[in-house]
């Protein structure tokens, strides 16, 4: 047998291996995995029909015989050249909607396609016959195979100058399989014995490209069998690219580090494959991403379908499981993103997607469907980047405090102050202190900055002397968070104490919300309570706290919520009216916020309230601002007074 023959046989079983592995395993919807699978198809064909075409020449089939195998054998060199083609272009994202890159890049394969049928042996153009009846390749065959090698070049700067994002060395791989073909075409034109050779060369390459750039199992994950995040991200990318509409519903395991820590990876990994079953059974035409340990993606065509199968899980995935006896118990988030109706740049996308990946406890409740509408993901990267600077702050100790005067009527002065947090961003201006705290929380790193900013106050207040200026008492806020921390009251009788600060002086003030762990919150308070401090509950009125809840927790002074002095103020709610008297008799002392005017301050004498925070008197000030303001107010009260 010679070589030849040998090389054509061997090559025909290594594709037919390749395609047919590759057509049993799951691929990726991405046009870029078609064409690799036809021109797996294409180079399988070709290899066969040159093995018939050697035989026919060898044992001496008719001529009419052999020119027909010629042509197919002729075409199908031809598919693989096309295929590879638009394999290169579906990689380049170039097969898209724009017309002039759709003649450019669909026109060039036709072409070809028609040079060689007009090549082909029927028409006697390309070869000629000798008086024996043995063919030959004449120039215009030649002609034909530079105009497929300079296809490939034109495939090479494709690869290379548009604009997309892949590294150099993706990019140099797909080169790498452009070059092979174009050595494989200088070798056939040149009609050297390399062309055999070459071919057994390029089944090294191609296999080794497939399983670099084109297995499956790169986009495969291995606990569930769904397409992972790098496949996910590939599929989105394409959409992206020629913009074919689509709608993707996002679930994620809420709190799913802290299950982690509770429950075996056997038990989660258990619920892991229950829930994909009911994906699987739920989604019909949708297809499954699992792109984190605890967050799927389900791909659909519109948004209609997100919605209902959003409803349909909600419906059949439990919150209890029940597993080998161990009861766990699972809360999901629900993300619903629209494209291109919620944004059309890609890193937007990516951006919301990371969104959907990560902790918002704070903000949804468990089972919402939450919308990833026009500015979400430009929040996730905001987010990233505040949390950032808050560990930069908490390791440079460089959080900075304000403080705001607080009124006594009793007293007619100032008798205390609130100790508000402050962080700048890269150009030094003032992060707000809302969106900061909630991050941090989100972070748990409120525990640490939360020791900072009660460490500084203290400094401060033992520096200044401030107890020595009227101040009676510094109120300190404390995130429920902090609460969860199980040292939080040693470290900050441990921190007061250290600066000669009697805890005795210090305010707490913490607010209520809907979702912190109320026994945890309850505990620290009493043991808080024991050292001597006093507890504030912040913000009442603004939906969390509730009248029972004051009542059961061990709280000294109840802080009104300026949205609340302000419509009391402005007529729209009586409120106040009840709620005062009930706290009074119930021995609490009464702090209004957003005191803002005089009309403010009256009311809050009338309904007998003790102490006064607002702009009125003054905005949180830097320490020289607050020390020079104390100083100038309580002391021409006083002599306002003694006059
Ligand atoms: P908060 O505890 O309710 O603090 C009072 C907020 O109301 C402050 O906003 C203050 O500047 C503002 N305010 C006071 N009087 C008036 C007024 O008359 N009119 C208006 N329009 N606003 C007034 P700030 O400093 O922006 O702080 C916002 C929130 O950030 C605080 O609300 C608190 O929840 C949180 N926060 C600030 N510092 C800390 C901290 O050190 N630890 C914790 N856990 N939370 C903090
Ligand atoms: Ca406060
Ligand atoms: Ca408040």
């Known amino acids: 047998m010679d070589n030849l023959l040998f090389c054509q046989i061997a090559s025909a079983g290594f594709y037919a291996l390749l395609f047919f592995c590759d057509l049993l395993k799951k691929q990726l919807p991405t046009k870029r995995t078609v064409f690799f699978q036809l021109f797996l198809c294409a180079m399988m064909l070709d290899a066969i029909f040159s093995i018939d075409v050697i035989l026919s020449q060898r044992y001496g089939e008719t001529v009419m015989l052999n020119e027909a ?43 070809i396609l028609l040079t060689f049928v007009l090549l082909s042996p029927w028409l006697g153009i390309a070869y000629e016959f000798d008086q024996l009846g043995h063919m030959h390749r004449n120039i215009w065959y030649n002609v034909g195979q530079i105009i497929l090698l300079l296809e490939f070049v034109i495939d090479l700067v494709v690869i290379w100058v548009s604009d997309i994002k892949y590294t150099a060395r993706r990019r140099m791989l ?63 990318y394409e959409e992206v690219q ?3 509409p689509f709608s993707c519903l996002l679930v994620r395991v809420r709190d799913f580090t802290s299950m982690n820590q ?29 792109i984190g340990s605890s967050t799927y993606a389900i791909m659909l065509r519109s948004r209609s379908n997100a919605e209902v199968l959003y409803y349909r899980l909600k419906d059949r995935i439990s919150e209890i499981w029940n597993i080998d006896d161990v009861m766990v118990n699972h809360e999901y988030s629900y993300y619903e993103l629209t494209y291109p109706e919620y944004g059309t740049d890609y890193e937007e996308i990516v951006q919301k997607i990371h969104y959907a990946r990560s902790d918002h406890e704070a903000h949804h409740k468990a089972g919402e469907l939450i919308h990833l509408q026009e500015g979400v993901g430009k929040d996730a990267e905001r987010r990233q980047e505040i949390a950032h600077l808050i560990e930069t702050a908490i390791m440079d100790n460089s959080i900075e ?32 202190p809302e969106y900061f705290i909630r991050i941090a929380e989100e972070n748990h790193t409120i525990v640490q900055l939360g020791k900072q900013i009660f460490e500084k106050a203290c400094i401060f207040a033992g520096k200044n002397h401030i107890f020595d200026m009227g101040i009676e008492e510094m109120s300190i806020n404390l995130s429920p968070e902090q609460c969860r921390d199980e040292h939080l009251t040693e470290d900050l009788v441990e921190i007061a104490s250290k600066h000669g600060i009697p805890m005795e002086r210090i305010h707490l003030e913490i607010t209520e919300s809907e979702f912190e762990d109320k026994k945890a919150v309850e505990e620290t308070l009493y043991r808080l309570k024991e050292t001597g401090a006093k507890i504030a509950l912040d913000d009442f009125g603004t939906g969390f706290s509730t009248l029972s809840n004051i009542l059961s927790l061990p709280v000294d002074y109840v802080k009104i919520d300026k949205s609340l002095v302000w419509s009391f103020a402005e007529g729209k709610n009586q409120f106040l009216n009840d709620l005062m008297p009930m706290l009074k008799a119930e021995g609490k002392q009464i702090i209004a916020e957003g005191i803002e005017n005089t009309e403010h301050i009256d009311i809050i004498k009338q309904l007998q309230g003790d102490y006064l925070q607002g702009y009125y008197y003054s905005k949180p000030l830097s320490e020289p601002e607050f020390l020079r303001f104390l100083k100038r107010f309580n002391h021409s009260e006083k002599s306002g007074a003694e006059a």
């Open 69 to 111: 195998m010629l042509v197919v054998e002729l075409l199908t060199q031809v598919a693989c050249c096309v295929t590879l083609h638009l394999y290169i272009m579906a990689v380049a994202f170039k097969l898209g909607k724009n017309p002039v890159t759709m003649v450019i890049f669909g026109i060039i394969p036709v072409c």
């Open 174 to 236: 797909y080169s790498f399989m452009i070059l092979i073909f174009i050595l494989a075409i200088i070798f056939e034109i040149s009609n050297s014995t390399l062309s055999a050779l070459w071919q057994i060369g390029m089944i090294f390459f191609i296999y080794i490209f497939y399983l670099a750039q084109q297995s499956p199992d790169f986009y495969i994950d291995n606990t569930t069998g769904y397409f992972n995040r790098n496949g996910f991200l590939e599929v989105l």
């Open 242 to 244: 020629y913009q074919i």
């Open 262 to 290: 509770i429950y075996s990876a056997e038990i989660l990994q258990k619920i892991q494959l229950e829930i994909g079953e009911i994906f699987t059974e739920s989604s019909k035409g949708g297809i499954i991403y699992h």
């Open 401 to 432: 405090i304000h403080f705001q005067p607080i009124f006594s009527f009793e007293e007619d002065s100032i008798t205390s102050l609130e100790v508000l947090a402050r962080l700048r961003d890269e150009n030094r201006n003032y992060i707000n």
